[in-house]
């Protein structure tokens, strides 16, 4: 019983890590884009 709590709390925590990877760097290059623009438009 603990060992699946175990193996259920281990995968959802890697999960949860790979999307917050994913989720940064997808926001990063949307900032970088609209700090390009609006130096642009300056």
């Not at 709390?9 to 884009?33: P, Y």
């Amino acid at each position: 019983m603990i060992k699946t709590v175990l193996i259920i709390i281990i995968s959802v925590s890697i999960f949860g890590l790979i999307v917050f990877v994913l989720v940064k760097n997808a926001m990063k290059k949307k900032i970088d884009e609209l700090v390009k623009n609006k130096k642009k438009l300056k």
